[in-house]
C-alpha cells in the first residue's frame, strides 16, 4: 500500500523557517519525481515545487522561489521542503504528492503552516 | 503564473449532468495531453478523478468523464449524486515544466 505521510509543521513568525518532511512507502520512492503542493485556508490548490527521483533537477513556482528548497534522501525514502524567510500568504496546508503518467497520482494527508506573530 | 481557470460555482440536481470548464493557454492545456482533475471533499486530500485529459482511474465511476478542446478542458459529471457535492480542481503540466492547478470549482447537489 502507498502511502506518503507529512510531519514538520507549525506555527512560525513572519520571516521565519520550518522544514517539513514526508516519508514515503509501497514504492520505489528513487524512481519518481515527487512533488509539493499547498493549499491556503479556503482557498485553491497551488503547485509549489518538483524534485526528480536521483535529486539532480528541482523546479519551483516563482511565489517561492529563493526561499523554499526541496530535496529528497532516498536512503530514508524521505522528501523534504525547506522554508525560509515565510511570510503570511504561505500559511497553508502543505501536501506531498506523486505524480506519474499513467493515473498513478498518490498524496499525502498534509501538514498545516501556521505563519502569524 | 496565474491558475487555470474555472467557474467558482456549479450546481446540479441530483440524476442531472454538469460540466466544468477550465481554461488555460497554448502554454499549459492547450499544448499536452497531461490534464488531470480531482475532487475534494472538505477536510480531506485531493483524489484523482481524471488524468491525461480523459482517462479514469480504477474505481471511479464512469459518472466521470473528460475531454479538451484546444485551450480549455473539461469535466462532465453525469447522473450527479449527494456524494459529488465536493470541490473540483483541473492540472496541467505547463511550457516551463511547472505544474498549474485550476482555482477550483465547488459543486452544489441541490
Known amino acids: 500500500e502507498v502511502q506518503l505521510v507529512e510531519s514538520g509543521g507549525g506555527l512560525v513568525q513572519p520571516g521565519g523557517s520550518l522544514r517539513l518532511s514526508c516519508v514515503v512507502s509501497?514504492?520505489?520512492?528513487?524512481?519518481?519525481?515527487m512533488h509539493w503542493v499547498r493549499q491556503a485556508p479556503g482557498k485553491g490548490l497551488v503547485w509549489v515545487s518538483r524534485i526528480h527521483g536521483d535529486g539532480s533537477s528541482t523546479i519551483y513556482a516563482d511565489s517561492v522561489k529563493g526561499r523554499f528548497t526541496i530535496s529528497r534522501d532516498n536512503a530514508k525514502n524521505t522528501l523534504y521542503l525547506q522554508m525560509n524567510s515565510l511570510r503570511a500568504e504561505d500559511m497553508a496546508v502543505y501536501y506531498c504528492?506523486?505524480?506519474?503518467?499513467?493515473?498513478?497520482?498518490?498524496w499525502g494527508q498534509g501538514t498545516l503552516v501556521t505563519v502569524s506573530s | 503564473q496565474s491558475a487555470l481557470t474555472q467557474p467558482a460555482s456549479v450546481s446540479g440536481s441530483p440524476g442531472q449532468s454538469i460540466t466544468i470548464s477550465c481554461t488555460g493557454t497554448?502554454?499549459?492545456?492547450?499544448?499536452?495531453?497531461?490534464v488531470s482533475w480531482y475532487q475534494q471533499h472538505p477536510g480531506k486530500a485531493p483524489k484523482l478523478i481524471i488524468y491525461?485529459?480523459?482517462n479514469r482511474p480504477s474505481g471511479v465511476s464512469n459518472r466521470f468523464s473528460g475531454s479538451k478542446s484546444g485551450n480549455t478542458a473539461s469535466l462532465t459529471i453525469s447522473g450527479l449524486q449527494a456524494e459529488d457535492e465536493a470541490d473540483y480542481y483541473c492540472k496541467s503540466h505547463t511550457s516551463s515544466d511547472t505544474l498549474l492547478f485550476g482555482g477550483g470549482t465547488k459543486l452544489t447537489v441541490l
Open positions: 504528492a506523486r505524480f506519474s503518467d499513467g493515473g498513478g497520482d498518490f
Open positions: 491525461e485529459v480523459s
Open positions: 509501497g514504492f520505489t520512492f528513487s524512481t519518481y519525481w
Open positions: 497554448s502554454s499549459d492545456v492547450g499544448a499536452y495531453k497531461y
